[in-house]
């Protein structure tokens, strides 16, 4: 029987919040051989190999050798890099699912998604391409998690949560049960969700008000 061995990892984006995808990838044996950035950094704590601008044609050419993870935090980023990079490459990032997680059996997962340590993603969830579902957090049972959400570490959605395209959940957050959330909607850290929260709006306190 042949064993195929799997591509070298890069990631695109190299700084704080690719620290910690580097350290999931790890949890699973993994190993982060590259990056890309617009300019190498002067600061490169896990020697990685620098690959170029990911929208540099022989950047592009190089990916080609590589399986790919979008380590960026920022949504609207992630989300424009994901079109860029599947369109440019025909293939979908990897998924970077810490050791330590749990995600139930049958949960929806799409591609370039990260779950951190000790996050947890109860039974019939669906979790979007490119979602960050960060240290800590909580998805509770029977979640619909659009694309390019952030949820922040420690934030809790309590069960049948909606949460539309784009949105930010930030640390330590609490979504009351049957909850939806728009697109492109901000969720300020430590904030108690009550109630819906429209397209592009911002919630902050406890309980929550609007900005």
């Given at each position: 029987m042949?064993?195929?061995?799997?591509?070298?990892?890069?990631?695109?984006?190299?700084?704080?919040?690719a620290y910690v995808v580097i350290d999931v990838f790890t949890s699973q044996g993994q190993t982060v051989a590259a990056y890309c950035e617009p300019q190498p950094k002067t600061h490169n704590p896990y020697a990685l190999h620098y690959l170029g601008a990911e929208t540099n044609p022989q950047t592009l050419l190089l990916l080609q050798n590589y399986r790919y993870f979008i380590a960026i935090g920022s949504n609207a980023v992630r989300e424009k890099l994901h079109a860029f990079l599947f369109s440019a490459l025909q293939a979908v990032p990897e998924n970077a699912l810490h050791k330590t997680a749990y995600i139930a059996p049958g949960v929806q997962l799409g591609s370039g998604?990260?779950?951190?340590?000790?996050?947890?993603?109860?039974?019939?969830?669906?979790?979007?391409?490119?979602?960050?579902?960060?240290?800590?957090?909580?998805?509770?049972?029977?979640?619909?998690?659009?694309?390019?959400?952030h949820i922040a570490p420690n934030a809790t959605l309590c069960g049948g949560v909606r949460v539309g395209r784009g949105s930010f959940v930030g640390a330590g957050a609490v979504v009351?049960?049957?909850?939806?959330i728009g697109n492109y909607a901000t969720i300020g850290a430590g904030a108690v969700v009550l109630k819906n929260v429209p397209h592009g709006a911002t919630v902050v306190g406890n309980p929550q008000r609007f900005l």
């Open positions: 042949l064993h195929h061995t799997p591509l070298p990892l890069s990631l695109i984006g190299y700084s704080g919040h998604i990260m779950v951190g340590a000790k996050a947890v993603v109860n039974p019939l969830c669906s979790i979007g391409n490119g979602v960050i579902c960060n240290t800590g957090s909580v998805v509770e049972h029977e979640c619909m998690i659009a694309d390019f959400v009351k049960e049957g909850i939806t």
